[in-house]
Antibody
Framework: EVQLVESGGGSVQPGGSLRLSCAAS????????MHWVRQGPGKGLEFVSA????????QYASSVKGRFTISRDNSENTLSLQMDSLRPEDMAVYYC??????????????WGQGTLVAVST | EIVLTQSPATLSLSPGERATLSCRAS??????LAWYQQKPGQAPRLLIY???SRATGIPTRFSGSGSGTDFTLTISSLEPEDFAVYYC?????????FGGGTKVEIK
């Protein structure tokens, strides 16, 4: 059974940092690209960042570029998101999701339950 | 950045009725469009990928159509568990983008 479990969320002041993690199990983690998607309170879904299966290619939303860094450890089946210089508008539930692949279900086919990041004074 | 516009914002229907949701892209995304369902307090669930392919385990009452800039998600006969928010997402160009969502509510 595919499982994605996020952790690391919490409350932080503007300008602070947090590191989110996503523990993956039940599939060959190193074979899949992974994404972070967030959802602000009462808002829709927003792409944050993505990383290729081998970690060699990374993509970011313009709103987080230069502040957030995505990474992965295929030996530990873990996806991470380092978030620096946090702003109030970064407050959201952050989901990690698996990209099904160009030869599979070519979309985000499995999602974690999300972890809440709160940014306020 | 490709902008996806979903309409209507809210759809009020009764169980058993047909639901038709629209997603329009600001430029062509070919068939690289997905649909997700999200219920309160839950993560999104993939329904449709490549515009018209049902994801694993998705009931046949859900169908997707369209290509280029205009896409439709149809629920042929609403079940009580289908009342939720639906999002489209383009997988064609970076950054990937989502539509603003359509809420399907009980009339």
């Amino acid at each position: 059974e595919v499982q994605l479990v996020e952790s690391g969320g919490g409350s932080v002041q503007p300008g602070g940092s947090l590191r989110l993690s996503c523990a993956a199990s039940g599939f060959s983690f190193s074979s899949y690209a992974m994404h972070w998607v967030r959802q602000g309170p009462g808002k829709g879904l927003e792409f944050v960042s993505a990383i290729s299966s081998d970690g060699g290619r990374r993509q970011y939303a313009s709103s987080v570029k230069g502040r957030f860094t995505i990474s992965r450890d295929n030996s530990e089946n873990t996806l991470s998101l380092q978030m620096d210089s946090l702003r109030p508008e970064d407050m959201a539930v952050y989901y990690c999701a698996r990209y099904g692949g160009d030869s599979g279900e070519s979309a985000l086919d499995f999602w974690g339950q999300g972890t809440l990041v709160a940014v306020s004074t | 950045e490709i902008v996806l516009t979903q309409s209507p914002a809210t759809l009020s229907l009764s169980p058993g009725e047909r639901a038709t949701l629209s997603c329009r892209a600001s430029q062509s995304v070919s068939s690289s469009l997905a649909w997700y369902q999200q219920k309160p307090g839950q993560a999104p669930r993939l329904l449709i990928y490549y515009a018209s392919s049902r994801a694993t385990g998705i009931p046949t009452r859900f169908s997707g159509s369209g290509s280029g800039t205009d896409f439709t998600l149809t629920i042929s006969s609403l079940e009580p568990e289908d009342f939720a928010v639906y999002y489209c997402q383009q997988i064609s160009n970076w950054p990937l983008t989502f539509g603003g969502g359509t809420k399907v509510e009980i009339k």
